[in-house]
């Protein structure tokens, strides 16, 4: 059971390219999130998808375009990476509760992005 | 907006000794707490949750939590820390009436020296 997966793990890119980052996961869950983590803010949600084809906006969007035309995929793209996105990525799923106790998210091992 | 926040930046801590963390949050309604951690070089991993009933709530490794609805508060509690909790910990809490999204605290490092 792989369960959540995200690739690459570390990615070192320069200003102005694009940078695709991956996100898979085997539990069929409805919810997708994509977060970065940086020193001193915790974890910030960027985007977050309810169910295939539908996204929506979290904290910190600009800059980032997400997709989910499967329910398994979540990929976070930037279109032109700036050094402020060097960060670590994670994303996470959760199930869509239907009983109390089934609101947890579940983390991937994150992708650590640096961009020169 | 609702925030989380996580009263020390970074604990340190003998073996053995004993912990809490403190953990509030802005939101005066019905809330979903959650403590994850984060070992070193590794993923954010549940700890604990609290929805409703019994305030005192058990999670894996020793740790507990008590939820305190009057002080807005949700402290991740063990009574002997040992080397391998040296990680970093988070809070993080969702109101089930607004939308989907988890607030995460800031995060508390704790090192555990031998």
């Known amino acids: 059971d792989a369960g959540i997966t995200q690739s690459p793990r570390y990615k070192i890119t320069e200003t102005g390219r694009q940078v695709t980052l991956m996100c898979h996961q085997t539990?069929?869950?409805?919810?997708m999130f994509w977060y970065r983590q940086d020193l001193g803010h915790g974890l910030r949600l960027i985007y977050y998808?309810?169910?295939?084809?539908?996204?929506d906006k979290g904290e910190v969007p600009d800059g980032y375009v997400v997709s989910r035309s499967k329910t398994e995929n979540f990929p976070l793209t930037l279109e032109s990476a700036t050094r402020s996105q060097t960060s670590v990525y994670f994303c996470?799923?959760?199930?869509?509760?239907?009983?109390?106790?089934?609101?947890?998210?579940?983390f991937g091992p994150g992708t650590r992005l640096t961009v020169l | 907006a609702q925030s989380v926040s996580q009263h020390n930046h970074h604990v340190i801590l003998s073996e053995a000794a004993s912990l809490e963390l403190g953990c509030n949050y802005s939101?005066?309604?019905?809330?979903?707490l959650f403590w994850y951690v984060q070992y070193p070089g590794q993923h954010l991993q549940l700890l604990l949750k609290?929805?409703?009933?019994?305030?005192l709530v058990k999670g894996i490794k020793g740790f507990e939590a008590e939820f305190i609805k009057s002080k807005f508060s949700f402290n991740l509690r063990k009574p002997s820390v040992q080397w391998s909790d040296t990680a970093e910990y988070f809070c993080?809490?969702?109101?089930?009436?607004?939308?989907?999204?988890?607030?995460f605290g800031p995060g508390t490092r704790l090192s555990v020296l031998p």
């Open positions: 993080a809490v969702r109101n089930p009436n607004y939308g989907q999204n988890f607030v």
């Open positions: 998808s309810a169910a295939a084809d539908i996204t």
């Open positions: 939101y005066g309604g019905t809330v979903n």
């Open positions: 996470a799923s959760r199930e869509w509760p239907r009983t109390e106790g089934t609101d947890t998210q579940y």
């Open positions: 609290y929805f409703s009933g019994d305030p």
């Open positions: 539990w069929s869950h409805s919810y």
